[in-house]
């Protein structure tokens, strides 16, 4: 039996993006991985704009104060205050996850700019502080290991073994089992890569990072999913053959990112 073109292009385009994020992560300077995370963050403002449909006129608004706020995050370092309000938004957002209802709602452009510039640009951003770190350079991949091997266990195994909806109204695909099964992938997926790069961390450590990072990951997917149903598509783009666009790559980052950052940060001014 063949691959499907669509596993197929699945395949290629991670192993390319894959390839440029090694590069970014692993060779660029500051600066230059700045530029990159800042490019990442207006591509998704973009989609996000264009699921929820604000006008064009407004959209530079929403750019301009997504460079300004990116650029926060390269020259300023405010754990304790970006903390208390990544806190506040994410509550929103499970918020808004949990009481979604199957219809279209009506926001002003305004809120639109707060919700994509929150989501997008202050959370990702924290990448840019993340890969600052002193071992930032292996605990991004250490992320991105908890965050692809959650997506593929969740993915392959609601195929194979989903029965039970998680959320027919947000996502009808997803299932309560490839739910949990992508959380014992990241678990894994945790597991493995500690086993090369930290092996003197904690086995319980490991496992409560790469547990809550996986289950905020499978969160911001959700988040994502709701505001693809009331905008009525199946993918937030087109530009990442077999995956979609931007935004369906990058939403498991949304809330799993700031949280190893701040658990990171926090841990090693507690001991």
């Not at 230059?32 to 006129?57: G, M, P, Q, R």
């Not at 979609?244 to 841990?267: E, N």
Request: hydrophobic content about 50%; aromatic content about 16%.
């Amino acid at each position: 039996m063949g691959i499907s073109k669509d596993h197929r292009d699945r395949l290629l385009t991670g192993l390319i993006g894959l390839a440029i994020i090694f590069l970014f992560v692993g060779y660029s300077s500051r600066p230059i991985f700045f530029v990159f995370i800042l490019l990442v963050n207006l591509f998704a403002l973009k989609e996000f704009y264009d699921l929820v449909s604000i006008s064009k006129n407004s959209r530079l608004v929403g750019v301009v104060l997504g460079i300004i706020l990116s650029g926060a995050f390269l020259y300023f370092e405010k754990p304790g205050l970006f903390a208390c309000i990544a806190g506040l938004g994410f509550s929103f957002c499970l918020f808004k996850i949990v009481t979604f209802k199957n219809s279209a709602t009506q926001q002003s452009d305004l809120k639109k700019h707060l919700i994509g510039i929150f989501v997008i640009v202050f959370l990702l951003s924290h990448l840019i502080w993340l890969r600052g770190l002193d071992q930032g350079r292996p605990l991004f991949f250490f992320l991105l290991t908890i965050i692809f091997s959650g997506d593929t266990f969740a993915f392959y195994g609601g195929k194979l073994f989903g029965e039970h909806k998680l959320s027919p109204e947000i996502s009808p695909g997803k299932t309560q089992e490839g739910a949990i099964l992508g959380l014992i992938g990241s678990i894994l997926g945790g597991l493995v890569f500690a086993f090369f790069f930290f092996p003197a961390s904690s086995f319980l450590v490991i496992i409560f990072l790469a547990g809550i990072a996986g289950i905020l990951g499978q969160l911001g997917d959700l988040w994502e999913s709701v505001l693809k149903r009331e905008a009525k598509v199946k993918d937030s783009g087109k530009c990442l053959p077999g995956h979609g666009g931007v935004l369906d790559r990058l939403d498991s980052l949304f809330f799993s990112a700031p949280f190893l950052y701040y658990a990171i940060i926090f841990q090693e001014r507690l001991l």
